[in-house]
């Protein structure tokens, strides 16, 4: 929908209620700042969010002393304190008396207005703290009443200022209690887990220490693209190569068409029964410290961390909170890491049996992508990535059996061996702005012998491999 058109059906909706379009003009100005003008949770539930905005600003004016104080025609506005969008060139004129008088010089009374940037959400019973309206009324010649009712939650940057970019959280129910955990930009390492960083172990043939500048512009790839085959996993605009991903999306889609491997003590398995393989998978090698390359090498992709503009928000179909993105994302683009705590298998299962019974927010990812290599692993070397308690934004991303719009690579970063890896998520198509992302976690819905209990999936996609489909989901 064009611009121009959403605009004139903004004005529609509030000139039923005989709201002014030059008022209306300058809160919608806001709104549409705020929300890095995605338009979706503006027009949600008939222009909630613009309506009630308008209404609170008229509440706070009152507060002041302006009982039906007004937006001066010509002048610019600003939102309820509630929003708290900074916005520096905004300045305000109130005015006392009806919309129909006259107002003198003296009788205005003009601020400059600085908005903080930080709000508030819902607290732990439920109410809410940060909504647009509680009660409020229009100035008495419209006899229009804004009735109590709670408000939908912004948080404008849930990572904290630790992300390259803000990622904001938006719940247009305004009922909805955050769930309880860490934001973390990195993997952190929760007790007994091997994960043994040192330049010293990565040896000449693992790192380019003879390069310089950007390791793709060179005609000859260098040592770190051995991994994907003698040429990098991505192009020169960021995206992974189109050879690279295909063939990663065949062992997501097809895996009885690839290869398996099988422990003679499987430690998923060991208690009960045995190995049932795990796929040999593809690996991105990108380069590191001990590499000549700079930081904006184009083959440092996922260290440099999340630029893409994503939003948290409470899905409609039973899901959860779930992840957007803001911007069109063209195929091949990496979105973000999914980052958690490193535990052994071993420690998550004894996490998982002091736990309360309650269901899981997240479900935790085995970090299985080479345990074939060792005969027997050992207990502390069968890592898995747990973000129940910290994590990231992907701990958000919601399943989707089969056709999902992201897929999970393996990628090497500071340390030779694969016992520990990071997981990127990358696009496996072109992504429109507003639609949610999701991911196929690769769980066997059928396996009631597995030590992670499964969810009940309402994935909503025609190749669900879940038969029972519930109306609850689980997001990662």
């Not at 059906?9 to 509030?14: E, N, Q, S, V």
């Not at 601020?111 to 229009?138: A, E, H, I, M, P």
């Not at 039973?318 to 705590?341: A, M, Q």
Request: hydrophobic share 30%; net charge neutral.
């Amino acid at each position: 929908m064009a611009k121009n058109e959403r605009v004139r059906k903004a004005f529609d909706a509030t000139r039923a209620l005989k709201l002014p379009d030059e008022e209306v003009k300058l809160v919608l100005k806001h709104l549409l700042k705020l929300f890095d003008n995605n338009w979706e949770p503006i027009e949600a539930e008939d222009y909630r969010a613009l309506i009630d905005a308008y209404f609170e600003l008229k509440e706070d004016k009152g507060k002041d002393g302006c009982e039906d104080a007004v937006v001066e025609h010509g002048e610019s506005g600003k939102l309820p304190k509630r929003l708290r969008l900074p916005d520096p060139e905004d300045q305000v004129s109130f005015r006392k008396g009806s919309t129909s008088q006259v107002s003198s010089p003296k009788e205005k009374k003009r601020r400059n207005v600085s908005l903080q940037q930080d709000v508030t959400f819902l607290n732990k019973n439920g109410s809410s703290s940060s909504g647009y309206s509680n009660s409020c009324k229009k100035p008495q010649q419209q006899h229009v009443t804004c009735e109590k009712k709670n408000s939908f939650q912004i948080i404008p940057d849930i990572t904290k200022g630790t992300e390259n970019v803000e990622i904001s959280l938006v719940d247009v129910t305004g009922k909805k209690e955050l769930p309880k955990f860490t934001y973390m930009r990195d993997n952190i390492i929760y007790q007994h887990a091997y994960v043994h960083i040192s330049l010293a172990r990565l040896a000449d043939e693992d790192c380019c220490s003879g390069c310089s500048g950007d390791c793709l512009s060179v005609p000859i790839p260098c040592a770190c693209a051995q991994e994907t085959g003698g040429e990098f996993a991505y192009t020169s605009e960021g995206q992974l190569r189109e050879e690279f991903l295909k063939a990663c999306m065949s062992m997501k889609l097809e895996p009885q068409e690839h290869h398996f491997v099988y422990c003679l003590d499987c430690p998923l398995e060991r208690s009960k029964r045995k190995c049932k393989g795990h796929m040999v998978r593809k690996f991105i090698k990108e380069c590191w410290r001990k590499c000549g390359c700079n930081m904006q090498c184009g083959n440092r992709v996922v260290q440099r961390g999340i630029t893409c503009k994503l939003q948290v928000f409470w899905t409609r179909e039973g899901k959860g909170w779930g992840v957007k993105t803001l911007r069109d994302l063209p195929k091949g683009t990496f979105v973000c890491e999914y980052v958690g705590e490193i535990l052994t298998n071993t420690e998550l299962f004894v996490r998982n049996s002091k736990g309360s019974g309650d269901e899981r927010h997240t479900y935790p990812v085995t970090l299985d992508a080479d345990w074939g290599s060792e005969k027997i692993l050992k207990d502390e070397e069968a890592l898995c990535l747990d973000a129940t308690l910290c994590g990231n934004v992907a701990r958000f991303i919601n399943h989707r059996c089969f056709d999902a719009s992201l897929i999970d690579i393996p990628v090497e970063v500071e340390t030779p061996d694969r016992h520990y890896y990071h997981l990127a998520l990358f696009t496996t198509r072109d992504v429109k702005a507003s639609e949610e992302l999701t991911w196929d976690y690769g769980i066997d819905f059928d396996d009631h012998e597995h030590p992670i209990k499964a969810f009940k999936c309402s994935c909503g996609s025609k190749f669900c491999r879940d038969q029972k489909r519930s109306s609850v989901q689980v997001s990662l």
